[in-house]
């Protein structure tokens, strides 16, 4: 079974700066995409970034030119460099990964870490 263990997330304040990382682990056949939810209390969980088995890079506006995404591929593990946070940033941060974990069933799936909070001080 694929494994996400996150790390990085905790309490900054407005302005400042974190890095959360996602290491994946277990069977894994192929990846599609790795990257990052997120789910405010009262909100839905949205899309923040994730990056593809290409390199390719998608970011959500709200955090565009403020949030990086970026991958070891060797390694299976996705980092978010987050800069500028922000009251709004504020959220159980979630690392995700799209992928197959059998060549014989090729069912894509996803697969989710257990979250980590990030909390911003205003």
């Known amino acids: 079974q694929v494994h996400l263990v996150e790390s990085g997330g905790g309490l900054v304040q407005a302005g400042g700066s974190l890095n959360l990382s996602c290491a994946a682990s277990?069977?894994?056949?192929?990846?599609?995409?790795m990257g990052w939810y997120r789910q405010a209390a009262g909100k839905q969980r949205e899309l923040v970034a994730r990056?593809?088995?290409?390199?390719?890079?998608d970011y959500a506006d709200s955090v565009k030119d403020r949030f990086t995404i970026s991958r070891d591929t060797a390694k299976n593990i996705v980092a978010l460099q987050m800069n500028s946070l922000e009251p709004e940033d504020a959220a159980v941060y979630y690392c995700?990964?799209?992928?197959?974990?059998?060549?014989?069933?090729?069912?894509?799936?996803?697969?989710w870490g257990q979250g980590t909070q990030v909390t911003v001080s205003s």
């Open positions: 995700y990964l799209r992928g197959v974990s059998s060549r014989i069933i090729r069912v894509i799936r996803d697969y």
């Open positions: 277990g069977s894994i056949y192929s990846i599609d995409f």
């Open positions: 990056i593809s088995r290409g390199g390719s890079t």
